[in-house]
């Protein structure tokens, strides 16, 4: 079945990243400067305005730094409400917005700020695959 | 010692459009403008030709020229609903500087008329969108598509590090409508007025639909509309008019992220940064402060504001609501309209902030619009807050009342 969600048009500098996404790969930007990982990907370091970046592979590990569950949706997403969003804190530092997946969007109760999560790919298209997060870890 | 810009100007009027709240005949965010404006310029005695400078959120020229003035200062900052907070921050940089003596601050937006008639904006998060920011390009595929799904975060947050309960911020919409139970103008001030208005209970906050876990649509504000305006003046011209001037002591701005993926700290926002410099422009603190007008889009959003405008401890904002403080007879009053909880919320609510401000500390609050009078308080100094995007940009205000 094809994807049905939205789906983002790769910029003009992000295509390593969804260059990354296909082969199953979290690629993130690193300043080659100050050596920090930054999200999402910029002209200019947001840390030191170095302009020399790099992409890195990350680890595709992390932790829900916070998380909603989303009961209202509009467009494609409004028949899968209720869901739940979440930012996670990359292990090579700042944060990511995802849709969590392993988790019961009716016990939001279950769900713990600091759980461990790991990335996972779908395919959005031929060229964009999703990056998705699930809980590997209560 | 106050700062360079202490009392540099006034606000001397505040008027809204004709009719606001959800009304029955569609209205357009222009005409909500215009009412306003002109009903701003019968209240003060100043006529519309005497505007020197105008501040809106990117309608300014357009503005102009449907007023048929051509003003030497021009203003279209628009970085969400404090960007009104903002504008009386330049309007007074700029009479300061001399440059103008008179400005208008506008704002309408048909929140409510729009789902029949369009006309509000509506960002392009569907399938195949075109090359977006890369912020956008990073977070559309996840379907967060309002508000209420991104400020839900922050309230998590605070929520896990404060060891707070969702029912402690329900106090804060259970409060707004007390307030708003005085305020005939305000869209749920009975259940005559609206099926849905009139007092409620914290269980019927917690109890009412979720439409972002934490938040219940009762923890959220309206979508209604509303027109507002504002004049602000040079000392001088402020003397010269029959209206009471209600002094600008201090004024700051800052952000702190524009996506919320770059918000650092899901519990502070840059209220912090901009009430710093607001009181100390002017030379004064929390602890001067008789009331505040803060914006609450949703509960999380007033909590949070009052911590970090120094009005309560970090996690403990909600106590003002939750311990009849903030409320009617408190000792210390908060959003004494209602609030974008319970008065009025368009979409971008730093309008009616300021316009509740004015009212309040001229005395007005009573004299009543179209024969609705208002619930007047006896404070003297007043801080008002709005926050614009997602937590991301805050204006703040120190406004005290004339000697």
């Known amino acids: 079945m094809s994807y049905e969600l939205p789906v983002p048009t790769p910029g003009t500098h992000t295509r390593p990243f969804w260059e990354g996404t296909r082969a199953g790969k979290l690629m993130l930007p690193r300043c080659q400067d100050c050596n920090r990982v930054h999200w999402y990907p910029r002209f200019i370091c947001p840390h030191c305005h170095s302009a020399n970046l790099e992409w890195i592979e990350g680890s595709g590990e992390g932790t829900i730094h916070t998380f909603a569950v989303q009961h209202v949706a509009y467009g494609p997403w409004a028949k899968h409400a209720p869901f739940v969003t979440a930012y996670v804190d990359l292990k090579e530092g700042d944060r990511m917005l995802t849709v969590l997946r392993g988790v019961d969007p009716a016990k939001p109760e279950d769900i713990r700020v600091g759980a461990k999560v790991r990335v996972e790919f779908e395919a959005g298209s031929d060229d964009v695959h999703i990056p998705f997060w699930r809980v590997v870890e209560g | ?403």
Not at chain 2, 187 to 208: D, L, N, R, W
Not at chain 2, 236 to 249: D, E, F, Y
Not at chain 2, 307 to 334: Q, S, T, V
Not at chain 2, 345 to 364: C, F, K, N, V
Request: hydrophobic share 40%; glycine share 12%.
């Open chain 2, 1 to 403: 010692m106050p700062g360079a810009l202490f009392k540099a100007a006034a606000i001397v009027g505040a008027a809204e459009a004709n009719e606001i709240g959800f009304l029955k005949t569609p209205v357009t965010s222009l005409q909500l403008h215009i009412e306003a404006i002109k009903n701003l310029s019968e209240q003060t005695g100043v006529p519309i030709s005497r505007i020197e400078g105008v501040f809106s959120t990117g309608w300014s020229s357009e503005l102009c020229e449907h007023l048929g003035i051509r003003p030497k200062y021009i203003d279209t900052t628009s970085v969400g609903g404090c960007s009104f907070e903002m504008h009386v921050h330049h309007a007074l940089a700029a009479i300061h500087a001399g440059i103008i003596d008179v400005a208008l601050v506008s704002h309408g937006e048909n929140g409510h008329s729009s789902r029949s008639i369009g006309g509000r904006g509506m960002g392009n998060y569907g399938r195949g969108g075109g090359v977006a920011s890369p912020a956008v390009e990073m977070t559309m595929a996840y379907g967060i598509a309002g508000a209420p799904g991104a400020y839900a975060h922050a309230m998590v947050r605070h929520m896990h590090r404060f060891g707070t309960k969702r029912e402690d911020y329900a106090h804060i919409a259970k409060v707004s409508r007390d307030w708003a139970t005085l305020n005939p103008r305000a869209a749920m001030y009975s259940k005559k007025k609206h099926p849905f208005g009139g007092p409620i209970t914290v269980a019927q906050v917690e109890e009412s639909r979720l439409i972002a876990w934490p938040l219940t649509i009762l923890h959220c504000c309206m979508v209604t509309d509303h027109g507002g305006a504002v004049l602000i003046a040079s000392p001088k011209v402020a003397a010269s008019l029959n209206t009471k001037p209600v002094w600008i002591a201090g004024a700051g701005e800052s952000m702190g992220h524009s996506n919320m993926l770059e918000m650092d700290d899901f519990t502070a926002t840059s209220a912090r940064a901009s009430a710093e410099a607001a009181y100390t422009m002017a030379g004064m603190g929390p602890s001067d402060m008789e009331m505040a007008l803060v914006y609450d889009s949703f509960t999380i959003t007033a909590a949070i504001t009052v911590e970090m405008l120094g009005l309560a401890r970090r996690g403990e904002g909600h106590l003002l609501w939750k311990d009849g403080h903030a409320a009617p007879g408190g000792k210390f009053p908060i959003n004494t309209n209602g609030g974008g909880l319970s008065f009025n919320h368009s979409g971008m609510y730093g309008m009616p902030l300021l316009i509740e401000a004015y009212r309040q500390l001229s005395g007005t609050a009573e004299d009543g619009i179209n024969g609705d009078k208002g619930k007047q308080t006896s404070a003297r100094t007043c801080v008002v807050n709005g926050t614009g995007g997602s937590l991301s940009t805050t204006g703040t205000l120190v406004l005290v009342a004339d000697d």
